[in-house]
């Protein structure tokens, strides 16, 4: 299965608090399908033809009750006519939250588990339970998922050399390659395949919105390809709290930032992204003349909890 990419736009942004010096435009991966919206479609599709190839009739994965994985998992195995299950966290709700409902509107079986046995998931024999599955990790973090979103960056190239993008006035966007790709963090999937994919001249930041994840380094390097590698680096001061901690000065931004932008941004990944990234550019971090990538990487579908 292949999804249009043409609905993917690269948009310039100049909200009020970026320089003159910098410029930033935002791919915006949230507009490429009203359900398999963002970076999960990159991170499934290996995963999902792998699994046809492979004649399994089941696909399974993992997710929380407000997982964008398992919005875009239902969805895209909905469009494939491929039987799916979420294997869900914690006990089943007496109100399901919109993204299970919408999940098992699409034919996604739930099967809630208990957050301790949850924990355990990834040392759970799930190919004895259900023989037939195509067992696909939680967030889609496997090295197909990374070789998915090695797609990610071309498309940003691609569309440098159409009139999607606006330059700023007098600047030939052609002469002005990226010099940084900045992108939210989970499970670093999509910052891998990034890696793999950018040039050893750009600089590749990932904005980590868990707390305390140091780990990330060593499971991002594990998805590498052999180098070289542009030069990368992780923030771990935008976490804003923690996973899905939404605080008010959060919130107050990702106001102002869709008034000055019209770009929307979720609460959980791409706000902590562009208020990162403010505040770096605030700090100083990006030199003058820096021309940056962000990616929008969709998740708007989890704005309606
Ligand atoms: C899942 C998700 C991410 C994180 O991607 P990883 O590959 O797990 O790092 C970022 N942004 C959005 C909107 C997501 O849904």
Same mark, same amino acid.
């Given at each position: ?11 310039? $942004? *100049?909200? @009020? ?7 930033? &435009? ?13 970076? /999960?479609?990159?991170?499934?599709? %290996? ?10 009739? !089941? ?21 494939? %006519?491929?039987?799916?299950?979420? $294997? $869900?966290?914690?006990? !089943?709700? #007496? ?24 924990? +355990? /998931? *990834? *040392? ?13 990790? =939680? ?10 979103? =090695?797609?990610?960056? #071309? ?23 990226? @010099?940084? $790709? ?20 750009? *600089? ?8 305390? &994840? ?21 923030? +771990?001061? +935008? +976490? ?8 008010? &000065?959060?919130?107050?931004?990702? =106001? ?33 003349? @820096?021309?940056?990538?962000?990616? %929008? ?9």
């Amino acid at each position: 299965m292949q999804l249009n990419y043409d609905n993917i736009t690269l948009q310039s $942004i *100049t909200p @009020s608090w970026l320089p003159a010096t910098i410029t930033a &435009a935002i791919l915006r991966l949230d507009l490429l399908h009203p359900e398999v919206s963002g970076n /999960k479609w990159f991170k499934l599709k %290996h995963n999902l033809s792998t699994a046809m190839q492979q004649g399994r009739s !089941r696909l399974l994965t993992f997710g929380g009750a407000y997982s964008n994985h398992i919005a875009a998992t239902a969805a895209a195995c909905q469009l494939l %006519h491929l039987p799916s299950t979420g $294997i $869900i966290r914690g006990e !089943r709700p #007496p109100v399901l939250s919109h993204t299970l409902e919408h999940a098992a509107a699409q034919g996604m079986e739930l099967v809630f588990i208990t957050r301790e046995a949850y924990r +355990h /998931k *990834t *040392t759970t024999d799930w190919a004895s339970l259900y023989p037939d599955a195509y067992i696909v990790p =939680e967030g889609g973090n496997n090295a197909l998922g990374a070789k998915g979103c =090695e797609e990610i960056l #071309p498309l940003a190239n691609a569309a440098l050399q159409t009139d999607n993008i606006q330059p700023p006035s007098g600047v030939d966007k052609r002469a002005i390659p990226f @010099s940084h $790709i900045a992108c939210a963090v989970g499970t670093g999937t999509t910052l891998a395949g990034i890696i793999n994919s950018a040039t050893p001249q750009q *600089t590749v930041i990932g904005y980590v919105v868990l707390k305390g &994840a140091a780990y990330l380094t060593g499971e991002i390097n594990s998805l590498l390809r052999p180098g070289p590698h542009p030069h990368w680096e992780l923030r +771990h001061e +935008h +976490h804003g709290g923690g996973y899905a901690k939404v605080t008010p &000065a959060l919130r107050s931004f990702m =106001e102002e930032c869709y008034a000055e932008t019209r770009v929307p941004l979720d609460m959980v990944y791409t706000g902590k992204l562009l208020m990162g990234f403010r505040e770096d550019v605030q700090h100083g971090r990006y030199p003058a003349g @820096s021309n940056v990538l962000l990616i %929008h990487t969709g998740g708007l579908q989890g704005n309606t909890i």
